[in-house]
């Protein structure tokens, strides 16, 4: 199993520039999310999904957009990158089993770099 | 969620059991304690989770007081490639996807 896909694995941008990061799982997972980490930080959620067609803002959603049209994919758009935006972006996906079911499966990371 | 402390950072001798605290003294009742690690440059790792009781799998143990204010994530027989950053986390249960990571502990396991 593949589990959580991530690409590219690293990317520049010039500041303006848009991008998306993609983001799919073969796991059948209804729940996908994105976080973002900063040198010395934890993560912090950008954006989650709750299954195809449903998504919702974390903690530090201005600068990005998401969709879920398939279940595998949950892509990541950064609509007009800003050197804040420099950061390790990690996907991530969990499934609902009833009870105590809590687990995310990450993907490697995506290093982005806004100049 | 019931907000988290951990030491910023611990060391163990390779081959001897790692404890790392966490206190989680406003923890309510629907919430779990969840760990994960962070392996250098890697996406984080689920090791394990509970609610009130104590609980073991391949990874770790973990050590639920009583009162729930506070737990202890057990790594029985540290190896080198257990240095890792290591968040313990509480939410209720069924919002996993809305986890919140802090900054953890940096555990060093020396030889």
């Known amino acids: 199993n593949a589990g959580v896909t991530q690409t590219p694995k690293f990317q520049v941008l010039k500041t303006g520039q848009s991008m998306t990061l993609q983001c799919a799982q073969d796991?059948?997972?209804?729940?996908m999310s994105w976080y973002r980490q900063d040198p010395g930080m934890g993560l912090r959620l950008i954006h989650y999904?709750?299954?195809?067609?449903?998504?919702d803002q974390g903690e530090v959603p201005n600068g990005y957009n998401v969709s879920r049209s398939t279940t595998e994919d949950f892509p990541l758009r950064l609509l007009s990158a800003a050197p804040s935006q420099t950061s390790v972006y990690f996907c991530?996906?969990?499934?609902?089993?009833?009870?105590?079911?809590?687990?995310?499966?990450f993907g490697s990371g995506t290093q982005l770099s806004v100049l | 969620d019931a907000k988290t402390t951990q030491p910023t950072s611990m060391d163990c001798a390779e081959g001897r059991a790692a404890n790392l605290p966490c206190n989680h003294s406003?923890?309510?009742?629907?919430?779990?304690v969840y760990w994960y690690r962070q392996i250098h440059s890697q996406g984080p790792q689920y090791i394990i989770h509970?609610?009130?009781n104590n609980e073991t799998n391949e990874m770790a143990s973990l050590i639920i007081t009583e009162d729930r204010k506070s737990s202890t994530l057990i790594l029985p027989h540290a190896t080198l490639r257990d240095t890792a950053v290591y968040y313990c986390?509480?939410?209720?249960?069924?919002?996993?996807?809305?986890?919140?990571f802090g900054k953890g502990t940096l555990l060093t396991v020396n030889p």
């Open positions: 999904s709750v299954g195809a067609g449903i998504t």
């Open positions: 991530a996906s969990s499934y609902s089993t009833g009870g105590a079911r809590e687990k995310l499966f």
């Open positions: 986390i509480v939410r209720a249960g069924g919002s996993n996807y809305k986890l919140t």
């Open positions: 509970g609610l009130k």
């Open positions: 796991m059948n997972h209804e729940y």
């Open positions: 406003t923890i309510s009742g629907n919430e779990y």
